[in-house]
């Protein structure tokens, strides 16, 4: 991805870009520390927790690593885990604009592959939702659309080659974003062969420092299946990086 080559130089973030965002989202990015960083081209996340294919399954350890560049829309997420003691390594891939997942036992056995119109328009809402929480700068994104709702709720709208999709963002007192909720992912049958449109929502547990930058430290994504809800995954965010090189892709390609 030759996208990854660090920022281009630009002028740093201040106050006075915030204006134009609704009032939450002015806040959210001060506390968060965006003022006098430089703008966000892409970014990096590294992470570990645990994950389940549903509210019955058992839970399996993970660690990821996950790339984002925001101009070009593009994200690599690679996570490794083990079921019964067997390697599993799974790999999404939002470029170009097309979309791919593939989960695989040993590293050689397929469990799981997705692609098509649905993981595309899923993955976007994902794109966005990674904008929101790992690297709130982007939210100065220009083709972001956004509704105010009352004080502490707004509405986003993101278009992506032609593919809209919104999420609703709630805020706590302290200005911190707390929730993500969308309509617009689809929730992946075990074995990536099916998928049925579901609400989505990544609840913020605690925030934690990442140099100068105040961000999530530990979150979890949640399916509000017909059943009830239930979380699918719980993360604990180790590092976020911002603006790196090539080289820092070598392991995702």
């Known amino acids: 991805m030759r996208e990854l080559v660090g920022a281009p130089p630009s002028p ?9 965002l609704p009032t939450p989202v002015e806040r959210y990015l001060e506390v968060t520390g965006v003022i006098g960083q430089p703008r966000v081209a892409n970014f990096r996340v590294r992470m570990h927790g645990r994950i389940r294919s549903d509210a019955g399954a058992r839970w399996m350890p993970l660690r990821a690593e996950q790339h984002n560049v925001i101009e070009h829309r593009s994200r690599l997420f690679y996570l490794t885990s083990s079921m019964f003691g067997v390697p599993v390594t799974g790999y999404h891939r939002y470029i170009d604009g097309s979309a791919s997942m593939d989960i695989k036992l040993a590293g050689l056995l397929s469990v799981a592959h ?53 999420a609703q963002l709630s805020f706590n007192d302290a200005g911190e974003l707390i929730d993500f909720v969308s309509d617009d992912r689809y ?50 965010i180790d590092d976020v990086a911002y603006n790196v090189g090539r080289d820092d892709l070598r392991r995702l390609r």
């Open 187 to 236: 929730q992946a049958s075990s074995d990536g062969k099916r998928s049925t449109r579901c609400r989505w929502s990544t609840p913020v547990k605690r925030y934690k420092s990442f140099g100068p930058m105040r961000l999530v430290g530990a979150g979890e994504g949640c399916w509000r299946a017909e059943t009830g809800p239930y979380p699918y995954i719980e993360l604990e």
């Open 12 to 20: 740093l973030i201040t106050a006075g870009d915030l204006v134009a």
């Open 114 to 166: 997705a692609t098509g119109e649905e993981l595309f328009q899923s993955e976007t809402v994902t794109f966005l939702n990674d904008m929101c929480l790992f690297a709130p700068a982007s939210l100065l994104d220009p083709q972001l659309a956004w509704s105010t709702i009352d004080a502490r709720t707004v509405r986003v709208h993101f278009t992506n080659v032609g593919v809209a999709v919104r």
